[in-house]
T-cell receptor, first 114, second 114 residues
């Protein structure tokens, strides 16, 4: 099973809402990632967790709050977002954080902020 | 981080080989060359990676120039299902700022004609 699942598939939220994106993998991977992808642009790394600890934060605004409650789950908590935060949010995992490990991506959550 | 340069778009006919070029003139000795692709409405997926020698797998071949300043992804017989954005990515070794990261460039949009 090389699947990374993400829920929900689509999300519409207002600027005052609080919502969460969820990502799950059962491949025993110990590195998990959040990427943001705007329309017709390449994915941009946001956060990396390695062994459930935040390893990389690419200077993401604090209105995005990641959480890794266990080795299979990764959440992205959203609060007070702006319309420019509308994008496809991709989750990925790899065996470990390293030089050549393949990253497996989920299908993404398409977020619209009104 | 070392950067990659790819053509914005390429076209191919079904059943014909496709050669997707990538320039990376500032590559360092410990950088691996990775290729990922993103099919429409999906997350990126791993295609192939290499360091110095040419590599083959069931999806594609990777030809790396002797000076490592360029590489070519080869799809031996393109199918309609190969229509995607192809990303050439350099992944840095330990100690570098890009260690463990996938930093996507603009990629090449491949169109396959029936």
């Amino acid at each position: 099973d090389t699947e990374v699942t993400q829920t929900p598939k689509h999300l519409v939220m207002g600027m005052t809402n609080k919502k969460s994106l969820k990502c799950e993998q059962h491949m025993g991977h110990r590195a998990m990632y959040w990427y943001k992808q705007k329309a017709k642009k390449p994915p941009e790394l946001m956060f990396v967790y390695s062994y459930e600890k935040l390893s990389i934060n690419e200077s993401v605004p604090s209105r995005f709050s990641p959480e890794c409650p266990n080795s299979s789950l990764l959440n992205l908590h959203l609060h007070a977002l702006q319309p420019e935060d509308s994008a496809l949010y991709l989750c990925a995992s790899s065996q470990v954080l390293g030089l050549i490990e393949t990253q497996y991506f989920g299908p993404g959550t398409r977020l619209l902020v009104l | 981080d070392a950067k990659t340069t790819q053509p914005n778009s390429m076209e191919s006919n079904e059943e014909e080989p496709v050669h997707l070029p990538c320039n990376h003139s500032t590559i360092s000795g410990t950088d691996y060359i990775h290729w990922y692709r993103q099919l429409p409405s999906q997350g990126p997926e791993y295609v192939i990676h290499g360091l110095t020698s040419n590599v083959n797998n069931r999806m594609a071949s990777l030809a790396i120039a002797e000076d490592r300043k360029s590489s070519t992804l080869i799809l031996h017989r393109a199918t309609l299902r190969d229509a995607a954005v192809y990303y050439c990515i350099l992944r840095g070794g330990p100690g570098g700022t890009s260690y463990g990261k996938l930093t996507f460039g603009q990629g090449t949009i491949l169109t396959v004609h029936p």
